[in-house]
């Protein structure tokens, strides 16, 4: 198990002894599943029949024509139920959880759309679900703690620490260890101990396998480039697997937040302000400081927001393999605004960011060529953010108005 897992330098499994055989029996069964092609055809049918899939590769005519140069096409993660690419993920460990035979399964969340689509999963499988929140974002996510209890599961609000994303991740952990027999953690992205990064991978790679066949049927040739937004990192890995041994350039979008020479970002990759390290279980680049304390981070969307990313991408930053750029908070308003009105298309903040960088390089190819944006989500959920950002006076009026219902 020790030297499994690795990508270059980076992955890995750093476990307390007391896991390491809950790790190991999940590796063997995951192992199994890879290499079985009626899995892969069950996950299809499931998906298809619960969640949109195949999703389309719509051309957004308006946008191409508005920036004049290479045809934009957008893969469209949006459509998945619960409306982002985490469907993919949960299903997929939902039917190996079955597999297992296991009854429970636990997960960590910060924003909530994690513990929305896991629990989304429970019900639709019939099992026990516990989701662990820090207080502070329970507070914050209301809309999606409400819906977690509505389908069955228990939120746990974590009082330690600060009270945030990574106290969840210990209290899940602790969980774990108490309950391994019976419980599997679902993992939300391609980060974590192995075989977590290659598991998350392996489901989200029905996106790049999806829409490299939709783009060959459309435009009969390759993408130039494909662009994806990374926070853990597994919509960009679930699209880039699909492109790997082609000539198509692989560009992961990062948050930027107020600047990436502000400090308040969440770049780990485009950035000087992360270096590697050992956290959570395994080796990547980390924002954190010279003694190895994670910095706070900064992102307008809460799912980009955060201090680690995928060993995979990591690996693939060092060698070339893939390019990283940084959006800001005010260029994914503005990029938002346009698609809207220009496509009728509400992609999700953290999705925006990828359609940013996109709009920054298309005027610069050529009209022959096209580019895949990956749509990890839809914008909906974003509403609060938004119409804040936005400075609506309805919107404000709106909320003045409901909250003195209840005055
Ligand atoms: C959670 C989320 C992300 C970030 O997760 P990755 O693992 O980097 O894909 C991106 N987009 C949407 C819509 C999300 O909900």
Known sequence: MKDRGYFGSFGGAFLPE?????????????QEVRRDEQFWRAYEDLMGSYSCRPTPL??????????GGAKIYIKREDLNHTGAHKANNVMGQGLLVQKMGKKRVIAETGAGQHGVACATMAAKFGFDCTIYMGEV???????NVFWMEQLGATVVP??????ILKDAINEAFRDWVTNMDTTHYVLGTACGPHPFPQMVTFFQSIIGKEARGQILEIEGQLPRRVYACVGGGSNAMGLFSGFMDDPVELVGVEAAGKGLDTGHHASRLCSDDASPGIAQ???????QDDDGQMKETHSISAGLDYVGVSPILADMHDKGQARFEGATDAEVVEALKLTMKLEGIIPALESTHAFVQAFKEAPGLSTKDCIIINQSGRGDKDIFTVADALDDPKWKSFIRQKAGQYA
């Open 281 to 287: 279980g395994y080796k990547t680049y980390f924002l």
């Open 18 to 30: 007391v896991l390491v055989a809950t790790f190991e029996e999940l590796d063997i069964h995951f």
């Open 137 to 143: 974002d329970v507070m914050r996510q209301r809309p």
């Open 158 to 163: 974590v009082t330690d620490g600060t009270r």
């Open 58 to 67: 719509t051309f957004a005519r308006n946008l191409t024509r508005h920036f």
